[in-house]
Each structure stands twice: as C-alpha cells, then as structure tokens.
C-alpha cells in the first residue's frame, strides 16, 4: 500500500504539531512537509509531489488564494481546510477556490486521517456545522462564479 503524502500548513506551532503528530502516527500518511504561510506551502507543493495538502485558513497568505494557487500546479494536491472559524462564508470561499473538504479545528479529533482519506478517495467532506449551507450556497450559485 502507498503512503498518501501530506502536506501541512498552520502558522500556530501547537497546532502544526499535533496534526504532524497524528497523521505520521498513522501508517496511511506520510507528511513530505510543513509550511507556516500559504506562500511556503504552494512552493513545497510545487517542489515535491503532495497527495494531500492541509492548509489553514487563516495563517498569512493562506484560505481561497492559497487553495486556487495550487489548483493551478502542474500536479496539483487534494487541498483540504482546517480552521477554528466554521462561518458559511469561509467554507463557501474555500469551496469555490478547489478546497473538497472543510475541518473544524477541535471537532475532527481522532478521526482526522479517516477524513483525510476520504478526501483523497474523491470525497466532498464538510466536516463542520455551516458545511451543509455553504455546500447548498455554492451549488445555488450561477456557474461562472463557481
């Protein structure tokens, strides 16, 4: 079985910590890197190939610019959310810039690599309490906004 490599970015070091901490834990994962800022993280992206890659919305240069950036990469990751905000605004913005999951930070828990691994598979996972509205609000939007 291939390893899924991850790329994490979060400008809090407690927090970068324990989500390295919990996927390398998990014999699925592979964290190839750690970024503080979006800027950091679409560099190593672009460096070395990333299956997933796990972004903060709110570090410096992070959220949808940082999302849309590496959608455009020649082999661009999985981009999945992580934040402590779980406004419907957020996620919608996250959701329009290529983002196919949104955690909420304290709410995913142990089951982080489960829904890291869902995403990978091709799944949509909102796992926070706006994701239901944001999700009906982008596909409730006209086409060339999405």
């Known amino acids: 079985m291939r390893r899924i490599r991850v790329l994490i970015a979060d400008d809090h070091s407690e927090m970068l910590s324990a989500l390295v901490s919990v996927l390398e834990d998990d014999r699925r994962f592979t964290v190839v890197g ?5 800027t950091d993280a679409l560099r190593m992206a672009g460096a070395t190939p990333v299956d997933v890659a796990l972004l903060d919305v709110h570090m410096p240069d992070g959220g949808p610019a940082a999302a849309q950036a ?4 020649h082999r661009p990751p999985v ?5 402590a905000q779980a406004g419907a605004g957020v996620v919608e913005d996250m959701l329009r810039a290529g983002a196919v999951g949104y955690l909420t930070k304290g709410r995913v828990g142990d089951c982080l690599p489960d829904l890291l691994v ?7 996972v909102l ?19 999405v």
């Not at 750690?34 to 979006?38: E, K, P, R, V």
């Not at 590496?70 to 990469?73: R, V």
């Not at 869902?118 to 949509?124: D, L, N, Q, S, T």
């Open 34 to 38: 750690t970024a503080t800022t979006g």
């Open 70 to 73: 590496m959608a455009a990469l």
């Open 79 to 83: 981009v999945v959310a992580i934040s």
């Open 118 to 124: 869902r995403c990978v598979e091709g799944e949509v």
């Open 127 to 145: 796992a926070t309490p706006a994701g239901a509205g944001a999700l009906r609000a982008v596909l409730r939007a006209p086409a060339t906004q």
